[in-house]
């Protein structure tokens, strides 16, 4: 069977790897480089745990070949906080930290995915209103039902990110 | 998934040379790929068309708004230029499925795909663009074929859309909450060679409502509409919505796009 050798960055560091064309960047993620943050919670593409960041953009990486990544820059959950430079006591980025603070998660299958997209909504609207929160969460399904919290938690981090933008320490961590 | 090879031409030459009688480009992949995973689709070699650097972008060329066929839903959303000369365009393109799927998925490959629920076949059809592929160019109204079927040949690429600029549109979709597609979507506009009134995901293409388009050219108001009526025959009928409730719909939602239109910016 076919093989493809893909080179790309994952959380940083770079990966060189074979793939089979029809393995998906998720299954490439969580079986040959065992970053098993990344969820697969429906196979139709349509639940959102599997949500990565691709050259900055949330993606869904169950929606994507491993092959297509070639030369790609990928950040997953497990890279985050790192990317972000978001450091502090907590080690977690402010939407991980805000996601731990309001209880934006129950059973935390779907916060993986909540969090990717949430990241990249508050990058593209810093000041999101609670409309524009939810609309912007509409890929990802919390199975729960716990969207109340979720939605609590990315305005919380939103007003963390205005006040400490990424790369910069806030005070009280 | 069935096993598949995979290609990523360079170039657009690269791209025809590789293309087969059971290949299939791949734009965004948004359709293409779920639908492989779940193995309703099967095809023997994919050609990844995302080098093709020239196939992405907006530009403003005499007139018109062109997008290639590569540019995703997001850029035409945020796009400046298509903001502030088509703002319905981009609106449109800011209400497809979800903002993960913005990130991904083409203009060229949703209507490439001719999904009957798709909302770019309305701004196609409603706008009077023009898809120009490596071979021709192809107008809105003799582009789309019925379910899934255009008027593209086996191997023929999309490589851009052009859009003339109306002078007012909008575009509203009576949306599938779990999928977003339009169980009904209307694209209304006040275009340069008259009025155009374009209805997607009522029926097993998007189409063109007359009788609307005359009421509206005597007044562009809503009201214009009161009363008329879109027959429902042949129209979808399914879980979503029966073929009477769509023709229903088709009025409600293109008398507030109407509206939508109406107010400026």
Known sequence: MMQIHVSCVVNGAPIAAEAEPRTLLVDFLRNTLRLTGTHVGCDTSQCGACVVHLNGRAIKSCSMLAVQAEGADITTIEGLAAKSGAVGRTGLHPMQAAFRAQHGLQCGFCTPGMIMTAVELVTRNPNPSEADVRAGLEGNLCRCTGYHNIVKAVLTAAAEMRSAPAGTESAHV | ?265
């Open chain 2, 1 to 265: 998934m069935y096993e598949f090879d995979y290609e990523r031409p360079q170039d657009l030459g690269a791209v025809l040379k590789a293309v087969d009688a059971d290949s299939a480009f791949l734009a965004g992949g948004m359709t293409l790929l779920p639908t492989m995973k779940m193995r309703l689709a099967r095809r023997s070699r994919l050609i990844d068309l995302s080098a093709l650097r020239e196939l992405r972008g907006v530009r403003v060329a005499a007139g018109k708004i062109e997008i290639g066929a590569m540019t995703p839903h997001v850029e035409v959303q945020d796009s400046p230029e298509v903001r502030r000369l088509i703002p319905g365009l981009a609106r449109l393109a800011g209400g497809i499925g979800d903002p993960l799927v913005r990130n991904r998925g083409t203009i060229g490959g949703s209507i490439a795909n001719s999904d009957p629920a798709a909302c770019y076949p309305a701004a196609v059809l409603g706008l009077g663009a023009t898809v120009v592929t490596n071979l021709r160019e192809i107008p809105g109204g003799q582009f789309f074929k019925g379910m899934f079927a255009t008027a593209l040949a086996p191997g023929e690429l999309i490589t851009h859309v052009s859009f003339p600029v109306p002078r007012r549109c909008a575009y509203l979709k009576f949306r599938n909450p779990a999928s977003r597609y339009a169980v009904v979507g209307v694209m209304v506009a006040e275009a340069a060679d008259g009025m155009r009134v374009a209805v997607t995901g009522a029926g097993p293409q998007v189409f063109r409502v007359a009788a609307f388009e005359q009421a509206l050219a005597k007044k562009f108001a809503p009201e214009a509409l009161q009363g008329l009526q879109v027959p429902s025959d042949g129209l979808n009928d399914d879980m979503h919505g029966s073929a009477d409730y769509r023709a229903s719909l088709i009025g409600v939602i293109a008398r507030r796009a109407v509206a939508l239109a109406a107010v400026p910016g």
